[in-house]
């Protein structure tokens, strides 16, 4: 969720963070030949699961970017582009993977050619009333 906000506020573009498990609950619907789809995928206990949304995507021609653990099992293909990041950390993992979303949403916002430094329409400080 973290990666599609920084990708949302300094690059424009709407973007929507799922859960895995919430895939085929709608947002599948939307995947096709045009759609990137940006995912993590840590080498834990939910790898299998992780792995079946794939294929899904994959189905229905998606272009899929997987942040993946060096550890996992996941293999490059036609439009499966797999970045590799260091082995599964257990909880640690969490940071570790929104350090790479928030480059990938520098490096878009720079070739779209949005300023990174004044994010527009953002406010500058919460009010809590």
């Not at 995947?31 to 189905?59: C, F, I, W, Y």
Request: glycine share 6%; charged share 20%.
């Amino acid at each position: 969720m973290e990666g599609a906000l920084k990708l949302k506020e300094i690059s424009h573009f709407h973007v929507e963070a799922y859960a895995a498990e919430e895939l085929k609950h709608g947002p599948l619907t939307l995947v096709d030949n045009v759609m990137p789809v940006v995912t993590v995928a840590p080498n834990d206990q939910l790898r299998g699961k992780h792995k079946s949304n794939l294929q899904e995507v994959h189905a229905r021609g998606g272009e899929l970017f997987v942040f993946a653990d060096a550890d996992s099992q996941i293999t490059q293909g036609k439009n499966l582009h797999v970045i590799r990041l260091s082995e599964h950390a257990g909880l640690l993992s969490l940071i570790l993977h929104t350090l790479p979303l928030q480059l990938l949403a520098y490096h878009v916002a720079l070739v779209k050619g949005t300023d990174v430094d004044k994010p527009r329409n953002l406010a500058k400080a919460v009010i809590v009333e």
